[in-house]
């Protein structure tokens, strides 16, 4: 849950904005007065619309704990200029703080001197490719270096970059992106879960993956591979679609899927309705986990669902990633 906090009228305002803007983006939010503002095991960020002196003296001591998984803090001020100040990189307070400032014709203000510098630091190059975390050691390295230089970038050849700021690239014919030539990150297993009506076609498909992918700042080519159900393996909308981007179809059985749906502590939709046509309670979502849980053989516990089931044109789409670490 992302929690935006306001205390003015006009500080509502803008919540309400920032609340619009992340629910288009399918993220799970809430605007709260500060009176009712409360801190929970699991929140995923916060945005503050008030003065950082509030959100410093009241508030940060209880936030912060671990650099390496400490929800975002962002602050904004009523003129909109939004200003990420705790887990910028790892936590992805810069990412939404972009966002948040696209969205509302907002302004960023950034403080940290990767950022400021325009570059883009190993920590948040890790977030952005999806790959597992630096160590904290070759965080400090790599940010202090590309302030004075271009740092070597070796990335897989399919994967198709051609600028980052702050880093010279070149491609290899290996699967691990390679940082000055002696830091490897190993890309993290993503997957797309898919689900469809019948005799849907292929653009239809298309375009809700397209969607879907936008939402969450993935290319095409990041993706490893897609994921349905038994039912739908002769879909000719997704199988076409799959083909199209040129990456592997996993089919999952009904019991396969059941199974999962056996795991009580597991947040994935469950419908009524579904369970009556198809016999399982949902498609998408855990036909993601279970894609990312055979290509990177690990358990249900080490993989995030980040795009939860979303409908589009006929289709639902949803997004499963392999834990960092």
């Not at 009176?35 to 001591?61: H, M, P, Q, S």
């Not at 799959?242 to 939709?269: A, C, G, H, S, T």
């Not at 036909?287 to 080490?302: G, Q, R, T, Y």
């Not at 995030?304 to 949803?318: C, D, E, M, Q, S």
């Amino acid at each position: 849950m992302i929690k935006i906090i306001y205390i003015t009228k006009n500080g509502k305002k803008i919540s309400n904005e920032i609340e619009n803007a992340l629910k288009y983006y399918q993220y799970e939010c809430k605007s709260v007065n500060i009176r009712d503002f409360n801190l929970e095991r699991g929140d995923r960020g916060f945005i503050f619309i008030c003065a950082i002196g509030i959100v410093l003296r009241k508030y940060i001591d209880k936030i912060k704990k671990d650099k390496f998984k400490d929800p975002f803090v962002i602050v904004c001020n009523e003129k909109k200029e939004v200003i990420p100040i705790l887990s910028n990189h790892l936590g992805g307070g810069n990412y939404f703080s972009k966002l948040i400032a696209k969205e509302i014709n907002g302004k960023v203000v950034y403080t940290t001197a990767t950022d400021v510098s325009g570059k883009i630091g190993i920590d948040e190059l890790s977030k952005m490719l999806f790959l597992e975390i630096p160590k904290r050691k070759d965080i400090l390295k790599i940010n202090k270096k590309i302030l004075e230089e271009d740092v070597l970038l070796t990335l897989p050849n399919t994967w198709k970059i051609k600028d980052i700021p702050g880093y010279s690239i070149k491609y290899h014919d290996e699967d691990f992106v390679l940082i000055d030539d002696s830091i490897k990150l190993k890309p993290l297993k993503l997957c797309v879960g898919l689900g469809a009506r019948k005799g849907i076609k292929r653009y239809k498909v298309f375009w809700a993956v397209k969607k879907a992918l936008y939402l969450r700042g993935i290319p095409t080519w990041r993706v490893d591979a897609f994921a349905t159900i038994e039912d739908k393996k002769e879909e000719k909308g997704i199988v076409e679609t799959v083909k199209k981007f040129k990456k592997p179809l996993f089919i999952f059985k009904k019991d396969e899927i059941n199974e999962l749906y056996r795991k009580e502590d597991l947040d994935i939709e469950r419908s009524n309705f579904v369970f009556e046509h198809l016999g399982v309670y949902g498609v998408s979502e855990p036909v993601s986990i279970l894609a990312v849980k055979k290509l990177a053989n690990v358990d249900i516990d080490n993989i995030t669902l980040i795009l939860r089931k979303f409908k589009k044109y006929g289709t639902t789409v949803a997004v499963s990633v392999e834990n960092s670490g």
